[in-house]
């Protein structure tokens, strides 16, 4: 399974940007999707996540109110609505997909996931 991000660019402090991030090849299941991010010389840090069964969604503090994630059930593409963009939101993003089944980790934890994306870039200027 190859999971394909897209939508990252650069933008100004206060714009939006809507991620995707969707499987190619095989049809596959996946018990949860999520979105991490990476700044330069910094380590991956959680945003948000979905799961497929319930839509229960997580975010990250530092996200909340301005970041909303969704997905299409047809095609197991997820979104991610950026608005209100910071120059602390520059960063590589990640989208990711958690298997069915159960899991030491928590959606919150990169290793709750096992497919990830090639990684989009968003920078925001100030």
């Known amino acids: 399974v190859q999971l394909q991000a897209s939508g990252g660019g650069t933008v100004r402090t206060g714009d939006s940007l809507r991620l995707s991030c969707a499987p190619s090849?095989?049809?596959?299941?996946?018990?949860?999707s999520g979105w991490f991010r990476q700044a330069e010389g910094k380590g991956r840090e959680f945003v948000a996540s979905?799961?497929?069964?319930?839509?229960?969604?997580l975010y990250a503090d530092s996200v909340k109110g301005r970041f909303t994630i969704s997905k299409v059930d047809a095609n197991n593409t997820v979104f991610l609505e950026m608005k209100s963009l910071r120059p602390e939101d520059t960063a590589v993003y990640y989208c990711?997909?958690?298997?069915?089944?159960?899991?030491?980790?928590?959606?919150?934890?990169?290793?709750?996931?096992?497919?990830w994306g090639q990684g989009t870039q968003v920078t925001v200027s100030s």
């Open positions: 990711a997909a958690a298997p069915v089944g159960p899991s030491y980790y928590s959606e919150y934890e990169p290793k709750r996931f096992r497919w």
């Open positions: 090849g095989r049809t596959f299941i996946s018990a949860a």
């Open positions: 979905i799961t497929w069964g319930t839509a229960r969604e």
